[in-house]
Nanobody, 115 residues
């Protein structure tokens, strides 16, 4: 079972930056896909950014050009660099991993962007 632990959330003003980290309990080179989801109050959880084992990334249209996902297989860690944050980015952000058809989730970290 893969355990994921996020960190790096917090309160930031609009236009600011945050960097989220997700540490996995095992070698992430064996994990096909990892990503970041977010869920705002009253809204469905949505995919923000994804990154494959080979480092191929994809992003939601709402964050393209502002967010960057990266990974370091040697450190079993993925990151989400979030720049030019907007109040609508406020949500709980979850790290996600999919391995052999099984989904794994972190506990979530709160990101709050004030206007």
């Amino acid at each position: 079972q893969v355990q994921l632990v996020e960190s790096g959330g917090g309160l930031v003003q609009a236009g600011g930056s945050l960097r989220l980290s997700c540490a996995a309990s095992e070698n992430i080179f064996t994990i096909n896909f990892m990503g970041w989801y977010r869920q705002a109050p009253g809204k469905q959880r949505e995919l923000v950014a994804g990154i494959t084992r080979d480092g191929i990334t994809n992003y939601a249209d709402s964050v393209k050009g502002r967010f960057t996902s990266s990974r370091d297989n040697a450190r079993n860690t993925v990151w989400l660099q979030m720049n030019s944050l907007k109040p609508e980015d406020t949500a709980v952000y979850y790290c996600y991993a999919r391995k052999f058809g099984i989904n794994y989730w972190g506990q979530g970290t709160q990101v709050t962007v004030s206007s």
